[in-house]
């Protein structure tokens, strides 16, 4: 049980915007950033977000995180067929010097 | 950009070891640090072990503290880990990842290569 809380599963038809949620158990872990990650079918995982709102290069504006408290999320707009696939939710947690994962949410494109 | 090639994995007996190796390339491999991260089979992702630029620093997740090892070679631009006393759970598919700086997140990440534990 991750301490990173996602829905299993989200779902959009195309051209619509989705958001996925993450939500961390911890305690004072407001100031913690929180990353996303896309995991396709067949590929490597891949970068979305990280520091909680930050798009590295490449990274279409399609896709925006935010944070609030210890709930962060994951927005899509403009949903494309390629999107479909896992998406995870990522935090540094100082006190253990571990990363965890969230579940992960399974993305699916009408 | 960069680019990382996992080798090594393969198919084990309960309590056997493997070695599993990451080649880096196309980037600075000595300036960042370097994680493990596996993916159970129907499972998400988990995170492993990380180790820092310089290898002064290691950590790992409790489900595997005390059996497996990262470690590197900056000569060689290579990351390894040495997996021991391996057990059913422990199958899955290893992917290195490279860490894009502090707290910037895994900007690269290889293919991935599978350890199947099983007798």
């Known amino acids: 049980q991750s301490v990173l809380t996602q829905p299993p599963s989200a779902s959009g038809t195309p051209g619509q915007r989705v958001t996925i949620s993450c939500s961390d158990s911890?305690?004072?872990?407001?100031?913690?950033?929180v990353f996303w990650y896309q995991h396709l079918p067949g590929s490597a995982p891949k970068l979305l977000i990280y520091?909680?709102?930050q798009r590295p290069s490449g990274v279409p504006d399609r896709f925006s995180g935010s944070k609030s408290g210890t709930s962060a999320s994951l927005a899509i707009s403009g949903l494309r067929s390629e999107d479909e696939g896992d998406y995870y939710c990522a935090a540094w947690d100082d006190r253990l010097r571990n990363w965890v994962f969230g579940g992960g949410t399974s993305l699916t494109v009408l | 950009q960069g680019q990382l090639v996992e080798s090594g994995g393969g198919v084990v007996q309960p309590g056997g070891s493997l070695r599993l190796s990451c080649a880096a390339s196309e980037f600075t491999f000595s300036s960042y640090g370097m994680h493990w991260v596996r993916q159970a089979p129907g499972k998400g992702l988990e995170w492993v072990a990380l180790i820092w630029a310089d290898g002064s620093r290691k950590d790992y997740a409790d489900s595997v503290k005390g059996r497996f090892t990262i470690s590197r070679d900056n000569s060689k631009n290579m990351l390894y880990l040495q997996l021991n006393s391996l057990r059913p759970e422990d199958t899955g598919i290893y992917y290195c990842a490279k860490e894009a700086s502090y707290l910037a997140g895994f900007d690269i990440w290889g293919q991935g290569t599978a350890v199947i534990v099983s007798s």
């Open positions: 520091r909680s709102n």
């Open positions: 911890r305690s004072n872990v407001g100031n913690d950033y």
